[in-house]
């Protein structure tokens, strides 16, 4: 999706400009083999009360719960299997698989070796890059050689203007670092030294931006990682 | 729990088992559980708009369905553009014996998304390729993604092309809110 973001430069004069993902990124639409349009749907099989924990807490030993399930066939829901479940909401389910008007929530911390390390109140971390909060220049340049081999560039986003005055500003943004031969490093915050955190709770980016020029056309592309290129430390 | 490729490199096939390297593995990872009254951990599922169902995990299955309602199988799909994906896309799963080409520039993999990170055991590489990879190059092999080295070892990276075009003043952007692209989901893991 595109979306809107303030960009700054080397000089921190700012400007809104569009985020775009790569155009071919999108998966191919897919048919019937002749040719008609099919669509893709969650089908109910079986809701979590027709579920084997929830058939045993109904039979409370194995030799009731098979006589049930030979008797009355409990673990089919004739209404509700092969329905489309269409549109849900997310809701916690208690153990005995009632849903919750209100749950507490708990974050659990794992280390890289899967062990958990700490179990605390969840702090929520709030998006630093929007239409009020810039990306930043950070002035640091990056050879490609040097990005590649340090971090995986899992996304990228192409930077767009959104009128005519945005346009000679990424323009320009985009001859610079084309002369430089260099993409520069982007960040959030007040002093531009936070990685991006595109959407609340999101996973923080490194992110750097390359840029080119053809004639009166620009490319400004935003390569992102949340992927160093090492060896796990087990 | 590893994978194993083939690759041919100057004439000899090369196994090398590869195995990923993630976030998980690298960073750890955070995970939100509900807790009910009395703290007992509860699980997530998904209720259905007429409240009538709740579904776990398991409790559906994803299947595409033709303008009848019909079940339409797989196999039976056939891709619109398939040409073009083909030509576009790198597969991320690796298998078969591919031809690996290079040196190629960094400005080659730059231009890629990276889909997936594997480490490879050096032992198992080619002296010739290894005394090569060690001198900064890297290697494509088509299909299978570009082989590099640092200081950390010797890693395949999987990946697609991302083309971009030159953007002139004149153009116009679509904002479609409804656009469906796997960019939505942009940072929405919880870490």
């Known amino acids: ?234 | 729990m590893g994978r194993k490729i083939e690759i041919a490199f100057q004439g000899s096939i090369l196994r090398l088992a590869l195995h990923r390297v993630d976030r998980r593995r690298l960073y750890g990872t955070a995970r939100r559980i509900g807790l009910d009254a009395n703290g007992n951990e509860c699980t997530s599922a998904m209720l259905t708009r007429d409240g009538r169902n709740v579904l776990g995990p398991g409790s559906t299955a994803g299947m595409y369905l033709d303008e009848q309602g019909d079940v339409i199988a797989r196999e039976d799909l056939a891709r619109v553009d398939e040409r073009e994906w083909e030509t576009t896309c790198d597969k991320t799963e690796p298998s078969g014996p591919h031809e690996l080409a290079g040196p190629v520039p960094a400005k080659a993999l730059l231009e890629c998304v990276a889909g997936a990170v594997y480490e490879v055991d050096v032992a198992e590489l080619d002296s010739k390729l290894a005394a090569s990879l060690s001198r900064g190059d890297i290697y494509h092999a088509p299909n299978i993604g570009f082989l590099l080295a640092n200081e950390n070892g010797v890693f395949l990276i999987s990946a697609e092309p991302a083309r971009f075009d030159f953007a002139r003043r004149d153009r116009s952007v679509v904002i479609d809110d409804d656009m469906d692209d796997e960019y939505d989901d942009l940072g929405f893991e919880a870490m």
């Open chain 1, 1 to 234: 999706m595109i979306r809107k973001v303030r960009l700054e430069d080397a000089k921190r004069r700012d400007g809104l400009v569009y985020l775009s993902p790569p155009p071919r990124m999108s998966k191919p639409e897919l048919r019937t083999a002749d040719g008609g349009p099919v669509r893709f749907e969650k089908i109910i099989k079986s809701p979590m009360d027709r579920s084997e924990s929830a058939l045993r807490r109904q039979n409370h030993n194995d030799d009731s719960l098979a006589r049930a399930l030979i008797e009355g066939d409990p673990e089919i829901d004739m209404e509700a299997a092969g329905r489309i479940a269409g549109a849900c909401d997310r809701v916690w389910v208690d153990p005995e698989g009632e849903p919750l008007y209100a749950a507490s929530l708990m974050e659990i911390v794992y280390g890289p070796d899967g062990e958990e390390k700490e179990r605390r109140a969840p702090v929520d971390v709030e998006a630093n890059i929007g239409e009020e909060m810039p990306m930043r220049w950070t002035g640091r340049f990056f050879k490609p050689d040097e990005i590649i081999r340090r971090f995986a560039i899992t996304r990228k986003f192409q930077i767009l203007h959104t009128d005519g005055l945005t346009f000679d500003f990424l323009h320009r943004m985009a001859a610079t670092l084309e002369k430089k031969d260099a993409l520069v490093s982007m960040g959030a915050g007040p002093k531009g030294c936070n990685p991006l955190v595109f959407e609340r709770n999101g996973t923080p980016h490194r992110a750097f931006l390359e840029g080119r020029t053809k004639g009166d056309t620009y490319l400004l592309i935003l390569h992102l990682s949340n992927l160093e290129i090492k060896r796990p430390a087990s």
